[in-house]
């Protein structure tokens, strides 16, 4: 069974910072391009970073410079370090991952990210 289960969000104030985790099981970690997407209330669910299983990167131009996705195959595990956050970034942020061969695609359930001003 494919679980992907973020941890990390929060409430923070402008300025600040928030890393989120999303620990992967049930998959072959290492051969899955892994990403970060939001849906902020009433808004469509928009791709925040994608990393592949060779380490390129991809992030939407609303938070190059400020967001950095990594992964570490030895844990199963990718990140979202989110700094000089943004009343924007507020939404839930969920974790997906793709079979970069099979084009399986898994979600996580999300965790909440809530930036005050």
């Known amino acids: 069974q494919v679980q992907l289960v973020e941890s990390g969000g929060g409430l923070v104030q402008t300025g600040g910072s928030l890393r989120l985790s999303c620990a992967a099981s049930g998959i072959i970690f290492s051969i899955n391009a892994m990403a970060w997407y939001r849906q902020a209330l ?3 669910r928009e791709m925040v970073a994608t990393i592949t299983s060779g380490g390129s ?3 939407a131009d609303s938070v ?3 967001f950095t996705i990594s992964r570490d ?3 199963n595990t990718v990140y979202l370090q989110m700094n000089s956050l ?3 970034d507020t939404a839930v942020y969920y974790c997906n991952a793709v079979h ?3 084009g399986h695609v898994y979600w996580g359930q999300g965790t909440q ?3 005050s001003s």
């Open 42 to 44: 009433g808004k469509q």
């Open 113 to 115: 990210v809530i930036v």
């Open 64 to 66: 190059k410079g400020r």
């Open 73 to 75: 195959n030895a844990k």
């Open 86 to 88: 943004k009343p924007e």
């Open 57 to 59: 990167t991809n992030y």
């Open 100 to 102: 970069e061969e099979l």
